[in-house]
């Protein structure tokens, strides 16, 4: 289980890279450090570099943040995420929600 949270407080971003994993076992750091008490983003981007694997829990955990970010005012970026990966957000529909690179 890993997360790094970069928080640029000057643009509104918050920038989460994301371990191995993206499942259920991050679920309170993702919750902690996107949906908690801290303040509301403008941005957020999500770095899936070293993700190998996400199950269904990862796809709720993205819809949280999306609705946490004002649903479909949300600047949500899914960035460097592998073939296999944007193969899955695609076939759940997420390609039309974020954007992902």
Do not use: P, W
Request: proline share 0%.
């Amino acid at each position: 289980m890993s997360i790094t949270i970069h928080n640029d407080t000057e643009h509104g971003c918050l920038t989460l890279h994301l371990g191995e994993r993206f499942d259920f076992s991050i679920h309170r750091a993702f919750h902690d450090a996107c949906l908690g008490d801290v303040a509301q983003a403008r941005s957020y981007v999500l770095d899936l570099e070293q993700v190998t694997g996400m199950d269904s829990s990862a796809l709720g955990m993205l819809m949280l943040l999306r609705e946490h970010a004002g649903g479909d005012r949300a600047e949500i970026r899914i960035v460097n995420a592998s073939a296999d990966l944007r193969n899955t957000l695609r076939i759940a529909g997420f390609d039309k929600l974020f954007t992902v690179h």
